[in-house]
């Protein structure tokens, strides 16, 4: 993959205890973050994000082309309870400080949540993962049309995806009406003129 001209930002879970435990060691005393991101409003919850890099690891650590470890701090507050929690996650990336800034990792960190939130609501709300068409162009052709229904329910509704699922599969005729394919999702008074 690097020898390719690939590069990889790779979170250190607890299923590779030594490789999670050796960055955990090396920012134990961390002091002031490399970035912080400012503090948004998402959701009705206050989010921001501090990343902490190093290059100490670089030679010690036994996984390919290191070329610096990091650690990320998202601290989330809910507006409506107040209650605050931090989650913090740690990981490595072949990329250099001259590659990759610590405000272009956390960009790079952010847009793989992005997509493993997509992936999330294909699976969750259409079981994806579990779909069991296999041959020719079946499994691409499903999720083209997976990936339309989300769209088109997240363009028309302020419910959530799962939500809007559910209140359309109690009646396949509710669909078309949320298509606009039938009269009774015509405006009453675009019915009632006069074709002609």
Known sequence: MVQRGAHYVFIAKDNQPTLA??????F??????????RPELKHGRIESRAIWTSTKLNAYLDFPAVGQVFVIERTITNKKTGKTTIET????TDHT??????????????????VEAHHWILD????EDRCTIRTGHGPENMTRLRRFATGLIKAKSTDSVSATIDKLARKVRRVF????MTANSVPRAARAAPVG
């Open 21 to 26: 435990a050796d960055i955990r060691l090396n």
């Open 28 to 37: 134990q005393d961390r002091g002031e973050p490399d970035f912080r991101e």
């Open 89 to 92: 996650v740690y990981g490595l």
């Open 97 to 114: 400080p001259e590659s990759a800034s610590p405000k272009r990792l956390l960009a790079f960190n952010r847009s793989h949540w992005g």
């Open 124 to 127: 969750w709300n259409w079981d």
């Open 177 to 180: 009406d949320y298509l606009g």
